[in-house]
């Protein structure tokens, strides 16, 4: 399915419904991008925030094919090892290795937290707002959004994780990767669109289930309370009725409010 907007000048007015238009929304140019609608361009950054009567969403790109009603996962996180010598506090730069190759600013937006080394520095996260490309066992540098509060050794590990918003897929994995929403629409590798976070939605039903649902790793609910739920994916929401296999049915979203 090609998206139904392709340039940022087209013009399409938002026809999501009854908006609630709040101060911590982010508008996106041309009268905004519809919940129906996916975009081949960026109207807004990812991660804006959209309200929709009872329901929230939040703008993100697909890394893969979503349908309607599929459950999304974020791409897992990689470890870095900080690289030549001490990276100073006061500075907005990460001097690092990749152990694989990283495109210009595919971490833009993300996350960089300090995995192991000096006690005094570990657990210190700070956000990312660019980076050139990094070849596999590459130096490079990640530009800070803010100043590094405690100097980072060259023997300190890094942790890198994307926005969560910047690569969403259908869910395929368990432990290596989080729920991040359930497609409303039909989106494919590398659509902008709303993915729904919060409040009543349509998701694809991969067993019979009551009250707490999970995510399997087909992007489909189960019930949370079977053995292969637990073992997998983390819960997503509340059934608001008797939901049943290979069919859609109606959760109550609570993965990001």
Same mark, same amino acid.
């Given at each position: 399915?090609?998206?139904?907007?392709?340039?940022?000048?087209?013009?399409?007015?938002?026809?999501?419904?009854?908006?609630?238009?709040?101060?911590?929304?982010?508008?996106?140019?041309?009268?905004?991008?519809?919940?129906?609608?996916?975009?081949?361009?960026?109207?807004?950054?990812?991660?804006?925030?959209?309200?929709?009567?009872?329901?929230?969403?939040?703008?993100?790109?697909?890394?893969?094919?979503?349908?309607?009603?599929?459950?999304?996962?974020?791409?897992?996180?990689?470890?870095?090892?900080?690289?030549?010598?001490?990276?100073?506090?006061?500075?907005?730069?990460?001097?690092?290795?990749?152990?694989?190759?990283?495109?210009?600013?595919?971490?833009?937006?993300?996350?960089?937290?300090?995995?192991?080394?000096?006690?005094?520095?570990?657990?210190?996260?700070?956000?990312?707002?660019?980076?050139?490309?990094?070849?596999?066992?590459?130096?490079?540098?990640?530009?800070?959004?803010?100043?590094?509060?405690?100097?980072?050794?060259?023997?300190?590990?890094?942790?890198?994780?994307?926005?969560?918003?910047? %690569?969403?897929?259908?869910?395929?994995?368990? $432990? /290596?990767?989080?729920?991040? *929403? =359930? +497609?409303?629409?039909? !989106? #494919?590798?590398?659509?902008?669109?709303?993915?729904?976070?919060?409040?009543?939605?349509?998701?694809?039903?991969?067993?019979?289930?009551?009250?707490?649902?999970?995510?399997?790793?087909?992007?489909?609910?189960? %019930?949370?309370?079977?053995?292969?739920?637990? $073992? /997998?994916?983390?819960?997503? *929401? =509340? +059934?608001?009725?008797? !939901? #049943?296999?290979?069919?859609?049915?109606?959760?109550?979203?609570?993965?990001?409010?």
């Amino acid at each position: 399915m090609a998206a139904d907007i392709t340039s940022r000048y087209d013009g399409n007015v938002d026809d999501s419904g009854q908006v609630n238009w709040r101060g911590d929304q982010v508008s996106a140019p041309q009268g905004g991008q519809s919940i129906y609608d996916s975009s081949s361009v960026q109207l807004t950054e990812l991660g804006s925030r959209k309200v929709v009567g009872d329901r929230v969403f939040r703008y993100a790109k697909a890394a893969g094919t979503c349908g309607a009603g599929d459950i999304a996962e974020s791409m897992p996180a990689i470890e870095l090892l900080t690289t030549p010598g001490t990276t100073p506090a006061g500075g907005k730069q990460v001097i690092m290795t990749a152990t694989a190759a990283i495109a210009a600013n595919s971490f833009a937006d993300g996350v960089v937290i300090v995995g192991s080394g000096a006690a005094t520095n570990m657990g210190h996260m700070y956000k990312i707002k660019s980076h050139s490309a990094i070849s596999s066992a590459g130096t490079g540098a990640l530009t800070l959004y803010d100043p590094i509060k405690i100097a980072i050794a060259a023997t300190d590990k890094l942790t890198v994780q994307q926005n969560m918003y910047a %690569a969403c897929v259908e869910c395929t994995t368990a $432990a /290596a990767a989080v729920v991040v *929403g =359930v +497609a409303p629409i039909a !989106v #494919t590798t590398g659509d902008y669109f709303w993915l729904q976070t919060w409040g009543p939605a349509g998701v694809k039903c991969g067993a019979a289930a009551t009250g707490l649902v999970s995510a399997d790793v087909t992007g489909q609910c189960i %019930a949370y309370d079977s053995a292969a739920a637990q $073992a /997998a994916l983390t819960p997503i *929401g =509340v +059934a608001m009725m008797d !939901v #049943t296999a290979s069919e859609y049915g109606i959760v109550y979203l609570q993965i990001a409010p």
